[in-house]
């Protein structure tokens, strides 16, 4: 079979992981493409490739798009521009694996759902911790019940982001391009939490608050309580206000026969593991499910992207579908109502965006 072309859209922080994950998949992907705005953060990108006289650079992806027609492409521009960007591949027939978050309102993701369905697309949440050892050790004893009845889950996200971060890109921490910790940092580890717990949730109850960075425009602190529909609960408490650096990410699933913490600076490490079946050996699998990325961003990108490319070619729903991004994105969403106006709020919602959270620090 050809191999599937490829293009990224964005080439900032994340965008290395991107080219990475494609060049680790190379066997199945030809990068044809990368599009930026600013022509030296393509140079930048690429310098991590030997020889890139095969790879087009675009300002424009309009036009990327009508003169490369590449069959996948990645997203990694400012959130808010996911959805144009994203309904715009997809009209062109291409495939999708967009970042974190997928878009900043319910009704954007939706349409970029319906519309990938509708073309017959693959549409990707960049989710990659899904693919971390430890996870989806931690996946497969849901799956096989091990934990008997699961009660209740908590999500940490105990890490630091400072002024020079966010002068980086003024993007960060705005309401019309990002949202704060939560839906940018965290939303991550409330992905896996809510996925865990089994997805369907009744209620959420928090706070947020914008303690420490008073030149971001969204909270830095959020502390939520969630009710599942199978009669568990979650706990979430993110924040990037931690002194002086990033902590730790944990995540925490209980049940009525298993125990596990999944801990490291970014869930990448198991240090609980007890069953109440025996069925393996709580320092074998501390020891093999276990990985040490050097940052929090793990190792997750390639087999995201090899997931992608299978599901492309078997014409299959990838392992984190449009459903799971905005599944996490609603979370965020719900977080934000509940802690704007002070009370409960049940799911599901429908018609919620960042941009109702103008002004609310
Ligand atoms: N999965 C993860 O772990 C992870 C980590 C960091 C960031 N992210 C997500 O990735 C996205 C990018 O974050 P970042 O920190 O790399 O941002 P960044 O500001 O470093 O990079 C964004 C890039 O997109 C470019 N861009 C803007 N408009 C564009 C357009 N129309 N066409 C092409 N390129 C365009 C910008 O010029 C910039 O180079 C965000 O959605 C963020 O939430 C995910």
New binding site residues.
Partial sequence: MSKIKYAL???????P?HIAAAVNNCENLEIVAV????PE?MEKVLSQIEDTSSIAR????KVMLKEKQPELCA?????G??AP?AMDCIEAGCNLI????IALSLKDADAMIAAAEKKGTVLCA????RFNKSVQKIREAVENDRFGKILHGAAHIRWARNKNYYD??P??GTWAQ?GGAL??QC??NIDLLRWMMGNEVVEVCAYTDRLVHDYIEAEDLGIAVVKFANGSYGIIEGTTNIYPENLEETLYIFGSEGTVKAGGKSVNLIEEWKFADGKDDPEAVKEQYGDNPPN???F??TPLYTDVLDAIKNKRAPYVDGHSGRRALEMVLAIYKSAAEGRPVKLPLEDVSTLDFTGRF
């Fill in positions: 859209i964005g080439c900032g922080r994340i965008a992981n599009c930026d705005p600013i953060n675009y300002t424009d992806y997203i990694a521009t400012e959130s521009y996911h960007i967009i970042e974190k978050p960049c989710h990659q911790n980086q890109a993007w960060r990002d839906m940018n939303i991550h929090v961003y793990g997750g990108h």
